[in-house]
């Protein structure tokens, strides 16, 4: 007896009990799925916050001022010398607040940045049209502003936002760049805001000082190195304080990112192996009902010349087709499951490759585990006493 | 070996069962042989030992004690895999319930011995539908068991004993579950295959159709007579 002969057997023998057959690949269905929604949404949500933290830019360093005393925040000249530390590439410092801001008759609350020319190379986060802001717009305190692309639209629709003007705080800014578009990353849209000189921002937000800042370190490999310096500055200027100050790094962010996924991964992996185990049993208990029903044909089968390995090859394919069947079907439901949810919750979907395959993979060696006792079982039955079976 | 071997030969044979303490003797020192081209019966009432001699002879089942050689061979000896294919090529079996596997057409049970066999598709397809042919159900191929009168099951299953041209056919009490006349019909089939140079041996308790054989041999209480026909 050959393979297709089995799988054709196994077939047949399959569908003219299809209920059953359904309700035994049902715990084999109900694991693949949900291992396969679960892990492609993971590794869709995954993938979208790492490439929201990618997204700030490379290289990069957050620092965060919670402040000390009267000392809540660095001056921008302090601020501006720690890129003379050797492993700090650029320094880009940002003070920000939400402000309405008006062109005509429309409004739109968005949040207004104030920051320096370094912020392009710092955050990775060009022009698409016209410049971005010059080291002498900070010297000169220039109105000029970088609009976002979805505030471009909202204030002037179709308009070319380039040299128009618009109202900050009731004060003119010339819009002199529009920004690319880079959705939204860690902090918020990207596309909703608006860029003006540092010093500029200082006068019209009527505040002092510089409370957040991103820095970028010159290499991957430096970043590290990067850290402690500016720690060691840090401390300097609060004393010691280390509550006054946060230093984040982006490595450390994908690290905390990767750690979280792994131990999702785990836990997928656990849920995956016992709903398989129990839709294994399932299979076992069928088989061994299968084997205990069926004694009579298995006796007439070895009358008529069928050796022990090919009813034990019968009966194992038979359980193999079943939660191969099952696995097939949970790959299905668990992908349309996936789409469903996603859409849904509106969380990205990532389809792995791999993991299909495992999910497969697994359901076919479950039918290779759990049917090999009862097909053991049918093979070792003596021709005569299964032929006398009632 | 000598060149006139019996196709069935049993020597001092013995199928003991053990029911608690007592030891029943099934069959009891029965010594046998047949020729090729024979048509046997054997006859004997109701428990007398005639399916487990059957089950001796067709290899389902292993004596306690003596010597079987089938065709040449010793298989009193053989493992459960030899006995197998000994049963797939030796021995075509033709059972009072017909033993046919209620999911399958008539031609997919004929041709099941050719699958064990390892017989390609296309050859087993044509010996399938030829035997089928044979015993006159050309038109049923496609029946399952559950389509067929008990007539035509018990020909599908002469067909699926034939297919592979096992040297021996052994029925047992093959007309047991048919009226006169379809009985009658198997058994002319039989006697038509005899002709063709099938050895047969047949079990039946049916002194009528015994007599139509050859030879008959009795059982009674396990042990074996031949008288010649006239001992009832
Ligand atoms: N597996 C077994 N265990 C114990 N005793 C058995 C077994 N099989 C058969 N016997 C006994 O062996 C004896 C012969 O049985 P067998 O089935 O060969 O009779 P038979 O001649 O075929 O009868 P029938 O005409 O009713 O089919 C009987 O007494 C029976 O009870
Ligand atoms: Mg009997």
């Known amino acids: 007896m050959n393979i297709t002969q089995g799988i054709k057997m196994a077939m047949s023998s399959i569908l003219t009990n299809k209920l059953r057959a359904f309700l035994t690949m049902l715990g084999i269905i109900i694991g693949v799925s949900a291992v396969i929604t679960l892990v492609s949404l993971g590794q869709g949500s995954t993938k979208q916050v790492t490439e929201q933290v990618q997204g700030l830019g490379s290289n990069l360093i957050t620092v965060t001022i919670t402040g000390r005393g009267s000392q809540t925040s660095l001056d921008y000249e302090d601020v ?290 759990f049917g090999i006792f009862p097909a053991n079982k049918a093979a070792s039955l003596k021709p005569i006493e299964a032929l006398r079976f009632e | 070996m000598a060149i006139m071997n019996p196709l069935i030969e049993i020597e001092d044979l013995s199928k003991l069962y053990q029911m608690g303490d007592e030891t029943l003797k099934a069959l009891d020192d029965v010594s046998l042989s047949v020729n090729k081209g024979d048509f046997v019966a054997i006859i004997g009432p109701s428990g007398s030992g005639k399916s487990t001699l059957m089950n001796m002879l067709g290899c389902l089942d292993v004596p306690s004690k003596g010597n079987y050689w089938l065709d040449g061979q010793k298989v009193n000896k053989m493992s459960d895999n030899q006995l197998a294919e000994i049963r797939n090529q030796k021995i075509g079996f033709i059972f009072q319930g017909f033993n046919l596997l209620p999911k399958l057409t008539a031609f997919e049970n004929v041709e099941l011995p050719l699958i064990y066999r390892k017989v390609p598709g296309k050859e087993r397809k044509e010996l399938a539908l030829a035997s089928l042919e044979k015993v006159g159900l050309a038109d049923r191929v496609h029946h399952r068991p559950i389509e067929l009168s008990g007539g035509q099951q018990q020909r599908v299953a002469v067909a699926r004993a034939l297919v592979g041209n096992p040297p021996i056919l052994l029925a047992d009490e093959p007309t047991g579950a048919l009226d006169t006349k379809t009985g009658n019909e198997v058994l002319e089939l039989m006697h038509h295959l005899n002709e063709q140079g099938h050895t047969i041996v047949l079990i039946t308790h049916d002194l009528d159709i015994a007599k139509r054989a050859k030879r008959i041999i009795r059982i009674q209480d396990g042990k074996l007579f031949e008288d010649g026909g006239d001992f009832l």
């Open chain 1, 80 to 369: 501006m010398k720690l890129n003379e530390k050797s492993a700090i590439e650029a320094v880009a410092p940002v003070i920000s607040q939400n402000v309405t801001v008006k062109h005509g008759n429309k409004n739109e609350d968005v949040s207004v940045e104030g920051t320096n020319a370094e912020y392009e190379s710092v955050r990775d986060f060009h022009v698409q049209t016209g410049r971005f802001l010059l080291p002498i717009d900070v010297e000169y305190r220039q109105k000029v502003a970088l609009i976002g692309t979805s505030t471009a639209t909202d204030l002037f629709g179709l308009t070319d936002p380039v040299g128009q003007t618009v109202l900050i705080n009731g004060n003119p800014f010339k819009i002199v760049g529009l920004l690319e578009e880079k959705g939204s990353s860690m902090g918020g849209s990207n596309d909703e805001k608006l860029l003006i000189p540092i010093s500029t921002a200082e006068r019209v937000f009527a505040t002092k000082g510089v409370r957040n800042v991103y820095i970028q370190a010159k290499t991957p490999e430096e970043v590290d190195l990067a850290v402690s310096q500016l720690e060691t500055e840090l401390a300097k200027k609060f004393r010691g304080d280390e509550d006054s100050y946060r230093v984040f790094n982006q490595q450390d962010i994908l690290e905390s990112v990767e750690s979280v996924t792994g131990i999702m991964t785990l836990m997928l992996s656990g849920i995956a192996s016992i709903s398989l185990l129990v839709g294994g049993i399932g299979i076992m208990n069928i088989m061994l009902v299968s084997v205990t029903e069926r004694t009579r044909e298995i006796g007439i089968r070895k009358a008529i010349g069928a050796k022990k390995r090919d009813i034990l090859i019968q009966f194992l394919i038979e359980s193999i087709v079943l939660s191969g069947i099952g696995g097939i079907f949970g790959i299905i439901v668990g992908i349309g499951g996936a789409l469903l949810v996603g859409s849904i919750t509106n969380i990205d979907v990532a389809f792995s490759l791999n993991v299909i395959w495992l999910a497969f993979g697994f359901s076919v060696i479950v039918g290779v585990f």
